[in-house]
């Protein structure tokens, strides 16, 4: 199985369970403290053009749609994009599912008004390739916002066995193939957020910013538990 394949395997199997994570999370204070920090770093208007990128099971998808905006939400797991529109629903929006490559696009250049992003780069083969390409299909004055961790360090198996992290309950071989995955990738020797810095101003984004630790600004509920690594967002205008 080659790289590409072994990540969708993994991310389809986790799809139930990291979805019901999300639900948890949409329905907390958090949903509404990641609502509010997104649309304080976007264009203030209604009904951007916004992609998702690695929506996963929906959570930013659904917040910006909740927001009034028009959303395409894309993953390369089929199961996880499954997930995004019964939540999606559930939640009383409509988005627009694609299955594709985060590294290569299936959209036209300027498509979009603004791409957002969680958790995503880390797993990425070629996370250069993905600026690039996100680049190319954000409109002039768009904004990317990626918000990240530095995982190259972490041992995940230790971390989830705190009680009251919240993916105590994910099963061991689970645990073990996302540090494999983790550990064969090219960004896990990089030193971030500055390497994605350097990344994004050589490929001719422009007001590059940023803010190196938002947990304080995004993780209000008393109910999640998450890992332990400070969460950065990166923002930059094409």
């Given at each position: 199985m080659?790289?590409?394949?072994?990540?969708?395997?993994?991310?389809?199997?986790?799809?139930?369970g990291y979805?019901?994570?999300?639900?948890?999370?949409?329905?907390?204070?958090?949903?509404?403290?990641?609502?509010?920090?997104?649309?304080?770093?976007?264009?203030l208007?209604?009904?951007?053009?916004?992609?998702?990128?690695?929506?996963?099971?929906?959570?930013?998808?659904?917040l910006?749609?909740?927001?009034?905006?028009?959303?395409?939400?894309?993953?390369?797991a089929?199961?996880?994009?499954?997930?995004?529109?019964?939540?999606?629903?559930?939640?009383?929006?409509s988005?627009?599912?694609?299955?594709?490559?985060a590294?290569?696009?299936?959209?036209?250049?300027?498509?979009?008004?603004?791409?957002?992003t969680?958790?995503?780069?880390?797993t990425?083969?070629?996370?250069?390739?993905?600026?690039?390409?996100?680049?190319?299909?954000?409109?002039?004055?768009?904004?990317?916002l990626?918000?990240?961790?530095?995982?190259?360090?972490?041992?995940?198996?230790?971390?989830?066995n705190?009680?009251?992290?919240?993916?105590?309950?994910?099963?061991?071989?689970?645990l073990?193939?996302?540090?494999?995955?983790?550990?064969?990738?090219?960004?896990?020797?990089?030193?971030?957020?500055?390497?994605?810095?350097?990344?994004?101003k050589?490929?001719?984004?422009?007001?590059?910013?940023c803010?190196?630790?938002?947990?304080?600004?995004?993780?209000?509920?008393?109910?999640?538990?998450?890992?332990?690594r400070?969460?950065?967002?990166?923002?930059?205008?094409?």
């Amino acid at each position: 199985m080659d790289l590409t394949a072994r990540i969708q395997t993994y991310w389809n199997k986790r799809s139930k369970g990291y979805s019901k994570v999300r639900q948890i999370e949409l329905d907390s204070p958090d949903g509404r403290a990641w609502q509010e920090y997104m649309l304080a770093q976007l264009p203030l208007r209604k009904g951007l053009r916004i992609l998702d990128v690695g929506t996963g099971p929906g959570f930013l998808a659904i917040l910006m749609a909740l927001a009034g905006h028009q959303v395409t939400a894309l993953d390369s797991a089929s199961e996880m994009l499954a997930e995004a529109r019964q939540n999606a629903e559930a939640q009383g929006v409509s988005i627009r599912e694609i299955t594709g490559n985060a590294q290569s696009l299936p959209f036209p250049d300027a498509s979009f008004d603004g791409i957002v992003t969680r958790n995503l780069t880390w797993t990425l083969p070629d996370v250069a390739a993905a600026y690039r390409d996100w680049y190319r299909v954000l409109a002039p004055g768009g904004v990317l916002l990626n918000f990240d961790s530095d995982y190259g360090s972490a041992q995940f198996a230790e971390a989830a066995n705190a009680r009251d992290n919240i993916h105590h309950e994910l099963a061991s071989s689970l645990l073990q193939e996302c540090q494999a995955i983790k550990d064969t990738m090219a960004i896990s020797r990089q030193k971030r957020p500055e390497w994605d810095l350097h990344q994004l101003k050589m490929i001719g984004f422009r007001k590059i910013s940023c803010d190196s630790d938002i947990r304080e600004r995004v993780h209000r509920s008393k109910r999640m538990r998450y890992d332990d690594r400070p969460l950065f967002c990166l923002r930059a205008l094409k």
